[in-house]
């Protein structure tokens, strides 16, 4: 019999992390027969041709109508959405909640997309959350609600140490409740050869040359108290270090292609490129970019400095050393889980704010010993990845019971 699996948890794949996600998952879990993916998302026309060989349908999320893309949706009356929404889960076998970090008092959308996960639960379709970052919680409510819908999961993995301890610890859950594994988005296949030395010489790099990769995020500004102004600053004064150090071209890879000014991460690219004429600097940022084209690019760098945590998994699951500037747990525990104990937390994630406030950060950064890096993440790697795999057997697993 067909088996169907209702995707939520997505806002956009205008976010290539979102699309890492959605198409790693979409990808290993159609390879089984007769199994159908529909996705739910704000964004379903420009997601339908980011996802195109994925295997994944998309959508409009009739659970979660977000204003700020509300242009990107088709337009439909109240009755016709509320009828969408029963219909999508009358037809579910299984409602899937993907990774990130969408539950947290961050964004303040957390209780928002439960909303379909509750409604699921109530109808006896079987629910999932897999590798999640979750936390913290400022508001009480927001918490109690993640609480009793995580309480009534059939499968609750989360991607990091850090989320294991809080939802077993803070949040009080079971242990045999929730499962550590790792980011759905290590399985993505990175683009070819071909196509990876094209996206480079289109920006003016020689294929052959090696480079380091500099992924900024627009949108870190909004959830910590640096002023874009300062982090501008930073961000340059970071660039010109790693050209002054390490005499490498420097690729900027803006992983989030934003149709709203605030988090696309193309402008800040831009703004970072005009002000280093001295530099050998390329903007990676042709709107068909996509997320297996950057991890590719990402994957051959000699080192990477990212701001978006999916750009540092792009880069780590290809064996390249990865160091996060971080605004929120999720960076530190993904990367402290990935290259584990004997690598110091302070060589591969910063906390953003510190390190806008520190002149001498950058070059601690620029500094680092990427062969001694390289050579430690490939005896970690192969476990992460096989963290990241068992997700999809119990899922399988899941829609099988």
């Keep these: 019999m067909p088996t169907n699996i209702l995707i939520t948890g997505v806002t956009s794949c205008e976010s290539r992390g979102v699309e890492a996600l959605v198409r790693s998952l979409a990808t290993e879990l159609t390879t089984t027969p007769d199994t159908t993916i529909t996705m739910l998302t704000q964004t379903p026309d420009l997601d339908a041709e980011a996802l195109a060989g ?47 970090d969408l539950h947290t008092s961050d964004y303040g959308v957390s209780t928002r997309y439960l909303a379909v996960l509750d409604r699921a639960q109530q109808l006896g379709v079987p629910t999932a959350m897999v590798g999640q970052s979750v936390g913290p919680f400022t508001d009480p409510a927001e918490q109690a609600a993640f609480t009793a819908t995580a309480s009534r999961l059939d499968l609750l993995t989360v991607r990091e140490t850090t989320t294991l301890a809080y939802l077993t610890g803070h949040l009080a859950l079971p242990e045999r409740a929730v499962v550590l594994s790792a980011d759905p ?12 030395a094209q996206l480079l010489a289109d ?41 002054r150090v390490r005499r490498r071209p420097l690729v900027l890879v803006p992983h989030c292609h934003d ?17 280093l004429p001295g530099v050998p600097v390329h903007v990676l940022d042709a709107d068909d970019i996509g997320a297996a084209d950057y991890k590719a690019v990402l994957g051959g760098a000699e080192l990477v400095i990212s701001e978006r945590l999916h750009a540092s998994i ?6 390249t050393p990865a160091v996060a500037l971080g605004h929120s747990p999720k960076f530190g525990g993904v990367l402290a889980d990935t290259y ?6 302070d060589d591969v994630h910063r906390d953003i704010t510190a390190f806008t406030a520190d002149p001498t950060a950058a070059e601690h950064l620029a500094r ?18 096989a963290l990241a795999t068992a997700d999809i057997a119990r899922v399988r697993a899941l829609l099988n019971s």
């Excluded at 659970?63 to 009358?90: C, G, I, N, Q, Y």
């Excluded at 149709?259 to 002000?275: F, G, M, P, T, Y």
């Excluded at 584990?340 to 937390?345: E, I, L, N, Q, T």
């Excluded at 390289?374 to 992460?384: E, Q």
């Design 314 to 319: 792009g880069a780590l699951s290809s064996g």
């Design 54 to 100: 994925s295997g994944a349908d998309c959508t409009a999320d009739p659970f979660v109508v977000s204003r700020s893309w509300a242009t990107m949706r088709p337009v439909e009356t109240e009755p016709h959405r509320r009828e969408r929404a029963a219909r999508l889960l009358k037809n579910a076998d299984l409602v899937l909640a993907t990774g990130g």
């Design 259 to 275: 149709s709203r000014e605030h988090n696309d991460d193309r402008l800040l690219a831009r703004q970072i490129a005009a002000r």
């Design 185 to 196: 988005a290590f399985l993505l296949a990175p683009s070819g050869p071909n196509r990876t």
């Design 340 to 345: 584990g104990p004997a690598v110091p937390a």
């Design 368 to 385: 680092l010993d990427t062969d001694k890096l390289r050579d430690h993440l490939a005896t970690r790697l192969p476990t992460t990845v």
């Design 203 to 243: 920006t003016g790099l020689n294929p052959a040359q090696e480079y380091v990769c500099l992924a900024p995020s627009r949108g870190v500004t909004r959830y910590s108290p640096i002023t874009d102004a300062r982090h501008l600053n930073a961000l340059t004064r970071l660039a010109a270090t790693l050209w």
